[in-house]
């Protein structure tokens, strides 16, 4: 089971300081997960700069240009955010029976650890 999933709230737990230039302590959303390649994009994080060839659509607008966008950050330079204390954290797993229209089954669950200090 994957502890980070597309939707979830990450902060960037490695990298140059925010002072420096740097997305360390940043929090964003993941937008996608590249399970093969272990990297996830996270919104806000991670800028980079696309140079796009011009080119000409259907209707005949003008396509290309330089466009900023978020680029891959590897998975394990990035922490899942607990809900409730908003600091990083480790993730955990643990079974738990469900009853979904009488018949009963184990499904494995996410829940965020106890975050003490910051990792």
Do not use: C, F
């Amino acid at each position: 089971m994957a502890k980070i999933k597309k939707g979830d709230l990450v902060q960037v737990i490695t990298g140059k300081k925010q002072d420096k230039g740097g997305d360390r302590g940043k929090q964003g959303k993941v937008l996608d997960v590249l399970v093969e390649q272990n990297r996830v994009i996270v919104e806000g994080v991670n800028y980079v700069t696309k140079h796009n060839r011009v080119g000409q659509s259907q209707r005949g607008t003008k396509t290309g240009g330089i466009e900023t966008m978020e680029a891959p950050i590897h998975i394990s330079n990035v922490a899942l955010v607990d809900p409730s204390s908003k600091k990083p954290t480790k993730v955990g797993h643990r079974v738990e029976e469900q009853t979904k229209d009488g018949v009963k089954r184990t499904v494995r669950v996410r829940y965020a650890k106890k975050s003490g200090k910051d990792l």
